[in-house]
């Protein structure tokens, strides 16, 4: 079975930096990496996703320029790089596998999701 654990959330000024990290497990073919954001109250949304497969990358636009994600392949973990978090960005943040070439920005096209790590910026 796939397993999804994230980690590095936590407290953060408005301005500064996070990187949470997500490791994968039980699945060993190319995917779509997914991260992420439920805000209190609201919808779950997609931040940025990955191929694994040929690294390539879609961003949201409320994230374009300061997020980031990466892979270390040989770690089998999945970056979430993000800079100049401001209040708005506060929620939990999900990482999601979804067995595809075609990377959709839709939670809904996700089966396998991790628990979720909390990022609070003030």
């Known amino acids: 079975d796939v397993q999804l654990v994230e980690s590095g959330g936590g407290s953060v000024q408005a301005g500064g930096s996070l990187r949470l990290s997500c490791a994968v497990s039980?699945?060993?073919?190319?995917?779509?990496m997914g991260w992420f954001r439920q805000a209190p109250g609201q919808e779950r949304e997609g931040l940025a996703v990955l191929w694994i497969g040929g690294a390539t990358t879609t961003y949201a636009d409320s994230v374009k320029g300061r997020f980031i994600i990466t892979r270390d392949k040989g770690k089998d973990l999945v970056y979430l790089q993000m800079n100049g978090l401001q209040p708005e960005d506060t929620g939990m943040y999900y990482c999601a596998l979804r067995r595809s070439q075609y990377c959709s920005p839709e939670p809904h096209d996700y089966p396998d999701w991790g628990q979720g790590t909390q990022v609070t910026v003030s």
């Open positions: 039980g699945y060993y073919s190319r995917y779509c």
